[in-house]
T-cell receptor, first 116, second 109 residues
């Protein structure tokens, strides 16, 4: 069964450093997403990406964050100058079409980011 | 009003019993709705989509009430393996899901 894969599964970084979280979406999917979940809290939307550009982003997704699809398979989230409050589980997801039109989004297993 | 509201529980359910819970959403323009299951420190896994008046998949039944802006999930004949947090996720716009905090279900032997 096709699945979304994320690497690494766990990343520890020092405050102020930059991290890149990587995702390989399901191959025939066209929409890609990043969500995050701070421990004990709800899953929060960060950004959606379609046709090589951001289609929607939340207030959380400020200039500290960026996304990129560097090749035909990878989708990355870059976090610059990490802060302690960036510690969370980051989930990548993909869907065939936009979730508003019906198709389901499938999530990767997540990258646990710990900023120390 | 929050985008999505769920009673976090926990819902302690005897094995074999039926449990049901609701989720209310604030955006009346939402057209697609989903239930996800999340195990502790794992990713949300799609349980079922909820379209129009609802649908059923085995022991799970989801209903949508557009007038009152809520969706429900019912689990029949609960199994120990059903213990998890169930996340309600209406789609907002075309490109994002709004998640609730989830309903935690604990099935007790």
């Amino acid at each position: 069964e096709p699945e979304v894969t994320q690497t690494p599964s766990h990343q520890v970084t020092q405050m102020g450093q930059e991290v890149i979280l990587r995702c390989v979406p399901i191959s025939n999917h066209l929409y890609f997403y990043w969500y995050r979940q701070i421990l004990g809290q709800k899953v929060e939307f960060l950004v959606s990406f379609y046709n090589n550009e951001i289609s929607e982003k939340s207030e959380i997704f400020d200039d500290q964050f960026s996304v990129e699809r560097p090749d035909g398979s990878n989708f990355t989230l870059k976090i610059r100058s990490t802060k302690l409050e960036d510690s969370a589980m980051y989930f990548c997801a993909s869907s065939e079409e936009g979730t508003g039109s019906g198709p389901e989004a499938f999530f990767g297993q997540g990258t646990r980011l710990t900023v120390v | 009003r929050k985008e999505v509201e769920q009673d976090p529980g926990p819902f302690n359910v005897p094995e074999g019993a039926t449990v049901a819970f609701n989720c209310t959403y604030s955006n009346s323009a939402s057209q697609s709705f989903f239930w996800y299951r999340q195990d502790c420190r794992k990713e949300p896994k799609l349980l079922m989509s909820v379209y129009s008046s609802g649908n059923e998949d085995g022991r799970f039944t989801a209903q949508l009430n557009r007038a009152s802006q809520y969706i429900s999930l019912l689990i029949r004949d609960s199994k120990l393996s059903d213990s998890a947090t169930y996340l309600c996720a209406p789609a907002l716009g075309n490109n994002r899901l709004a998640f609730g905090k989830g309903n935690q279900v604990v099935v007790i032997p």
